[in-house]
C-alpha cells in the first residue's frame, strides 16, 4: 500500500479448473513478518476448511512457514510449501552469480523424472562448490517438480497470482475503507466474469482440458501397446521409446510421471 496508511495487501490465490485466478483471502496487515502471516493463515484455514495436503507456494519468507507450522501444530492437518521457483532462481542468481547455473537449476526444477533431476544435479553441483553450499539449504521436495508428488499440479512460480496485482491496479493508494469497498466490486465483476465465462463451455470437461485431452488422445494413435498382465502394459510411442503404465481400478500410472504430476492422462495412458 502507498497512500496515507503504509501496510501490505495479502492475498491467497489459488487455481480453478480452467486455470483462472480464484482469490481465496484478504488482508491488510502493518508488515510482512511471523505474526501477521500467522493471522493471516489462520484466516486462509478457516475460510477453505480443514483440508489436508494443501500446498502453499510462495516465496521463503519465514513468516509464512511459521505460520503454517502454527497451524499444522494446532489442528490435524499437514499442509505442503513449496517453493516458487522464479524468487527462488532469483535468490540462487544473487548469490551464486551465474547464468548458466541458474537456467541449469531451473532446468533441474521442472524435471518429471527422479533419476534425470540427479543427473542434471550432479553436474550443477560438480561445476560450483558455491551453488553446492547453496543448494544444500533448499531440499529438493520444496522446489523439484519430481519430488513434490503432484501437489503443484505443476505450478512452478506465483507469476499468475501476482498478475491479480493488475486488478487491484489503483486501489492500493486508497484509504483502507475504500481499498476494502474496491476489493469487494472488483473480485465481484471478476467472479462474475469467470462464471459467465465458464457456463459458456460445453462438453465434460474445461475448454483447457477438453484441448489437451483433444492432444493427448492424437498423440496415442500412433502408439503400440503391449499387455503384460492384468494392470501393467508397456508402450512404445512414435519415436520408439518405451514407457511402461499402470492402470488400477481408482488410479493410473506411468514412466513419464505426467498423471501423477499434473492429475491427467498422458498419452500412453490414453493409448492402452
Ligand atoms: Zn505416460
Redesign the pocket.
Known sequence: MYGKYKGNLLIATACDAENGLLPIDFAIVESENRSSWTFFLWNLFFSIGCINNVCVISDRHLGIIAGMKAIEEASNVTWHHHLCMRHMIDNFKKNVKSKELSDQVWRAATLKCPNQFADEMRKILSASPQARTWLDQVPPHTWALCYDDGRRHGTMTTNRAESMNSVFKGVRGLPVTAILQQTFIRVSDYFYTRCESGKSMSGEHVSSMQQCLERTTHDARAMLVRRLDRSEFNVQDKNAVM?T?FLYSDHVD???H?PKLFHYP?A??IAT
Request: with cysteine.
Open positions: 514407457y503404465t506411468c514412466q513419464c505426467v498422458c500412453h495412458v
